[in-house]
């Protein structure tokens, strides 16, 4: 079926070790996004990208790492995961960027 | 910058109650104005959106007014059921700058 999947659904791991959390598309959206959320903070946005091979910081980049070699993939890299990025992460496509945002189920991240 | 606030929650209501979760904004200009809804275990999905003052969004029951006297889009239902449990979201959009969320609000509808 056409939508958003993310890879794994639960993830532990711990402090020190990189975690790669994988988000794919198809739609052909040229738009995708990796928020966290966190309890009491709503979604923050971690990076986002207009189009392959074009990234940007968001809200809260620090200890994340994306890339986007092809449109419908854009996978997150915790490169030396922190307690701190204990998280649920969503990742999201859409057309355009202010149109509404089409939404994964989300990856439940524990950092021991 | 661009900013939401939510009330507070957990929400608790019973079945058929009224259903209203405040939510205001700072924006500068006429952003665009959403409400997502995330159901459990499941990622968010817009539930309805209105793009410039006094327009009405609505859907499944659910309505919001974009009121820019007072920064405000208010989420209202006249009769809730137990599938409305979940939690929601209040976002803006501001001339295709990020989506900015709001700290979201959770709903639980007791039979």
């Known amino acids: 079926d056409a939508g958003i999947t993310q890879s794994p659904r639960y993830k532990i791991t711990e402090t020190g070790r990189q975690v790669t959390l994988m988000c794919h598309q198809t739609?052909?959206?040229?738009?995708m996004f990796w928020y966290r959320q966190d309890l009491g903070h709503g979604l923050r946005l971690i990076y986002y990208?207009?189009?392959?091979?074009?990234?940007d910081k968001g809200e809260v980049p620090d200890g994340y790492v994306v890339s986007r070699s092809k449109t419908e993939n854009f996978p997150l890299t915790l490169e030396s995961a922190t307690r701190s990025q204990t998280s649920v992460y969503f990742c999201?496509?859409?057309?355009?960027?202010?149109?509404?945002?089409?939404f994964g189920s989300g990856t439940q991240l524990s950092v021991l | 910058g661009n900013s939401v606030t939510q009330m507070e929650g957990p929400v608790t209501l019973s079945e058929e109650a009224f259903l209203t979760i405040n939510c205001t904004y700072t924006?500068?200009?006429?952003?665009?104005l959403f409400w997502y809804v995330q159901y459990p275990g499941e990622g968010l999905q817009l539930l309805l959106k209105?793009?410039?003052?006094?327009d009405k969004g609505s859907n499944k029951g659910f309505e919001a007014t974009y009121r820019k006297e007072t920064t405000s889009f208010h989420l209202e239902k006249g009769s809730v059921q137990v599938s409305d449990s979940a939690v929601y979201f209040c976002?803006?959009?501001?001339?295709?700058?990020?989506?900015?969320f709001g700290p979201g609000t959770r709903l639980s509808v007791l039979p």
């Open positions: 999201a496509s859409s057309p355009e960027p202010t149109v509404k945002l089409f």
């Open positions: 739609w052909s959206h040229s738009y």
């Open positions: 990208s207009a189009a392959a091979d074009i990234t």
């Open positions: 924006a500068t200009g006429y952003p665009s």
């Open positions: 209105a793009t410039k003052a006094d």
């Open positions: 976002a803006l959009n501001n001339y295709g700058q990020n989506f900015v």
